[in-house]
């Protein structure tokens, strides 16, 4: 097969110009007037097209060197017919062919792909000089997305792509840099006094990176409420055993789980886990496993209270109380920490008025308890002693919205509210 010379055309005023790109690989079908480099003077670049369409046989010349009108570009195996190469597809084409205004059109789409193949092989269409622009900036135009058909890249494209690296880079400085443990020391406190260094316990070594965790990835939200509970506590407190007559024993904790299980089935959301958002999956739990936070002397544990929907309050509370122990004498089941729809964690029994708790993550919501307290409300025109309790919701600003967020605690406050919906459940 006859081996066609593809020399540099004369191209003006170019002479002794700096070749910017290669467009083209040895292997590569072309054809006639496909751009093969790219040259750049002070002034403009241009794209040098080929005379002769076939096979890339040797390119002669790199990017760097300098080339004047008549040196050897590269070699090609001379063809009969116009051959267009698609990603890895090579397509024969008859020389001749019927020119209607359609074809010239789908003929100049398929030529501009195949112009600018960059070093990874993947086709970049973008102008000689968008091109400069990106590799003044220090851009690789083969990374670049384009906006424009076809994927053609602007010079806005460019910025863009810019801006985002400089972005990524800044967080991930600031990422790095507030994770790295502070090693410089700048005093010792031993300098101020007597101290004690002790082992940090297991279970707070244990939990430390999951709160890091989902603290760092989950953008918190916390939204605070106040529920009137007067008329819940009413009923909490006139609750006595059937045969003994023997006050019950039942917290506030087990009736705000059914409302919290109540608002759960209004607002699927609440009950769903994201893994990793790049999967663009979200997992919405059909079941109502409840995670209660307990204090125990070796730190928090979380365990879960299966299928609160389906049990009453009495039952909640006995298992409430059989689950805490179990957590604080370290006899609690691996297994009982994973799988939860929810958290609630209830500061009710110690103090205090609004917290943010943190998610427990893949959660995507969480509910602080604080201690309910006599307060008097304006009711109508007049002034009423009332139980008050204050909840914290923080939740993943990623899935939930503020507007979901307060909507959610109105239906709780509505079930643990006046005409509270839980009277039957006992
Ligand atoms: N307001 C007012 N009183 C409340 C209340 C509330 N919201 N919640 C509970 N109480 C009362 C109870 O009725 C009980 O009163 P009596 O002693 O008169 O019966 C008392 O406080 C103690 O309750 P409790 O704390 O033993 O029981 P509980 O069902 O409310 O909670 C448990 C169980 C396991 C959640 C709790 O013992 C616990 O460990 N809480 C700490 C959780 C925690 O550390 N959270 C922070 C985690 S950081 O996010």
Do not use: W
Request: charge should be neutral.
């Amino acid at each position: 097969m006859a081996l066609i010379d593809i020399k540099v055309p004369n191209i003006g005023d170019f002479n002794d110009v700096e070749i910017i790109e290669i467009l083209v690989k040895e292997g590569q079908y072309i054809n006639k007037n496909d751009s093969i480099i790219t040259l750049e003077s002070d002034k403009s670049s241009v794209e040098v097209p080929s005379n002769h369409p076939g096979k890339v046989s040797k390119i002669n010349v790199k990017v760097g060197d300098k080339v004047s009108e008549g040196d050897l570009i590269l070699k090609i195996e001379a063809s009969e017919k116009e051959n267009v190469k698609t990603d890895n597809k090579e397509i024969s084409t008859p020389k001749e062919t019927h020119i209607s205004p359609e074809n010239i059109q789908e003929k100049s789409e398929i030529r501009s792909n195949i112009q600018t193949i960059s070093s990874t092989n993947k086709l970049v269409l973008a102008s000689p000089k968008v091109r400069k622009f990106a590799r003044e900036l220090g851009a690789d135009v083969s990374k670049i997305s384009g906006s424009e058909k076809f994927g053609r890249v602007t010079e806005e494209d460019v910025k863009s792509f810019i801006k985002l690296g400089i972005n990524q880079k800044q967080s991930s400085n600031n990422n790095e840099e507030n994770h790295k443990p502070q090693t410089k020391k700048e005093f010792e406190h031993t300098d101020f006094g007597e101290i004690d260094v002790k082992d940090i316990p297991r279970i707070k070594k244990l939990a430390a990176p999951h709160l890091v965790n989902s603290f760092n990835i989950i953008p918190h939200v916390t939204h605070h409420d106040e529920i009137d509970i007067t008329e819940m506590e009413e009923f909490r407190n006139s609750l006595t055993d059937h045969y003994t007559g023997e006050k019950l024993k039942i917290t506030p904790l087990a009736f705000i789980m059914k409302a919290l299980v109540a608002a759960l089935k209004e607002f699927p959301s609440f009950n769903s886990s994201i893994e990793d958002m790049s999967s663009g999956k979200i997992t919405f739990k059909k079941y109502f496993h409840i995670g209660i936070a307990v204090d125990t002397p070796n730190g928090l544990m979380v365990p879960k209270i299966r299928q609160v929907d389906k049990k009453n309050i009495q039952n909640l509370s006995a298992e409430l109380r059989e689950v805490a122990k179990k957590c604080r004498d370290l006899k609690i089941d691996k297994k009982e920490f994973y799988g939860g729809s929810m958290t609630i964690s209830s500061l009710g029994g110690i103090g205090g008025s609004f917290f943010t708790p943190i998610i427990n993550y893949p959660e995507v919501a969480i509910l602080g308890v604080s201690k309910s307290s006599k307060k008097q409300i304006l009711l109508g025109d007049r002034f009423e002693t009332r139980t008050i309790l204050p909840i914290s919701l923080s939740y993943d600003h990623r899935i939930i919205d503020g507007a979901e967020a307060a909507r959610f605690c109105n239906v709780i406050r509505d079930n643990l509210g006046k005409n509270f919906a839980f009277k039957l459940a006992i």
